[in-house]
């Protein structure tokens, strides 16, 4: 099967109707200064993201002779949650190949949903290049997380959802990996709302979708390098890159630091996890880089299931691109007063230090001066350039 019809997608919104989660869509928000912000929230699925849709629908067809095998899949997290818990439900044996790049809490999840787990080197690609030969030698059946048609057909009930829970929609906005997510979703919008505008976000650091529909070719990226690990993908399916170009809108590209501010603000201003490719989406609309200005737009939130050993440092990362904490550095004489002053100038601001490096002895630096490093809480980029014009008018200057 090598093309999707749009009954496929409703026959799978029936199968999953009580295994996966109807998410809400949260909205209006107050997420972006230019268009009215919607959230289809898939980080409150029952798995934790998206992923149990597809795969659960696609073990749900699978023949008497496929079960009685076993299933095998390879996930950097998140399809292997969703390929674990269906399995599971099925009384079906799994194994599932992660790459050491997968969150820790991705993969005690899937071995606590009943899966064998198999951790390869590298990344997604070098796990689904292990999980190919495990199938061969061992004959099992493989779940592929995002180039078969029955796995975006369940991926595909989230666009019938968001068109009965929000029918005024004008745009959709999907992350993007292997593509699996968005063709589901596209195919199910365009089919149904043809008018209604489907994009797709890749992080910068793996752009292998966008790349592909560019050069008009199937791209293999050499390596992959971002914090959203769930969309680090090095190249998009057959079905996938075709599906895309004949639904997609347009994709475009977020980095670390914009994902990190979308994180930050999905958490403060909705009190909403988001993992680094759950909200790309959002990223995108923040930062301005789709053509939605004034439209109702769904960001999808496609998971939620970050790890918090590195949410600490993805919220510094969002504070810094928000301009709510910024470093300073300075090149003093040695002398007293000058700290003092410096420190004067900003709590007159509004701004609060939060640490001081002060060295006198500094190879970087002349043997009758001193580095002064601060660390400032603020509120704004605003902010942010009020006080270094104040600093710099009283005569300090910032070296970085």
């Known amino acids: 099967m090598n093309t999707l019809e749009i009954s496929e997608v409703f026959k799978a919104r029936e199968v999953l109707k009580n295994v ?22 898939e980080c409150l699925q029952l798995t934790g993201s ?3 849709r597809g795969a659960y629908y696609k073990i749900s067809q699978l023949s008497p002779e496929e079960k009685k095998k076993g299933v095998i899949a390879c996930s950097a997290g998140n399809h292997a949650q969703g390929v674990a818990l269906g399995a599971t439900h099925n009384g079906i044996k799994s194994l599932i190949c992660l790459p050491t790049t997968a969150p820790l809490s991705k993969v005690e999840a899937t071995k606590n949903f009943g899966a064998d787990i198999c951790m390869v080197d590298g990344c997604y690609d070098d796990a689904y290049k292990k999980a190919c030969e495990l199938k061969e030698e061992h004959d099992y059946t493989f779940i592929h997380p995002f180039d078969d048609p029955l796995v975006i057909a369940g991926q595909g009930t989230i666009g019938l959802e968001i068109l009965a829970q929000l029918p005024e929609v004008e745009a959709v906005v999907v992350p993007v990996g292997g593509g699996g997510l968005i063709s589901g979703v596209a195919f199910a919008i365009k089919t149904l709302r043809p008018e209604v505008k489907v994009y797709g976000v890749q992080a910068k650091g793996a752009p292998s979708m966008k790349l592909s529909l560019d050069k008009k070719e199937k791209v293999c ?15 998009p399916g057959e079905l996938t890159l075709e599906m895309c170009r004949k639904y997609v809108d347009e994709i475009v590209t977020v980095n670390d630091d914009e994902i990190a501010a979308a994180i930050l603000a999905l958490m403060e201003k909705q009190k ?65 007063g000058p700290l003092a002053d410096i420190t004067r100038i900003v709590a007159s601001l509004g701004g609060n230090v939060i640490s001081v490096t002060h060295e006198r002895a500094s190879s970087v630096t002349d043997i009758n001066s001193c580095f002064l490093h601060i660390e400032l809480e603020t509120r704004n980029h605003e902010h942010v350039a009020e006080i270094k014009k104040k600093l710099e008018e009283a005569g300090y200057r910032i070296s970085n």
Not at 20 to 41: F, H, Q, W
């Open 272 to 336: 909403m996890v988001s993992e680094g490719a759950g909200a790309v989406a959002l990223a995108a609309v923040m930062f301005h880089k789709l053509p939605v200005e004034g439209k109702k737009v769904v960001c999808l939130i496609s998971g939620g299931n970050i790890d918090v050993s590195i949410l600490n440092r993805t919220m510094t990362r969002g504070l810094v691109k928000s301009g709510r904490l910024v470093a300073l550095t300075f090149d003093l004489p040695d002398r007293p």
């Open 20 to 41: 996966a989660r109807m998410t809400s869509i949260i909205g209006p928000t107050t997420l972006s200064d230019n268009c009215e912000v919607y959230l289809k929230a």
């Open 50 to 52: 998206f992923k149990l």
């Open 221 to 235: 990226l050499e390596n992959v390098k971002t914090i959203a690990d769930g969309i680090a993908v090095k190249e």
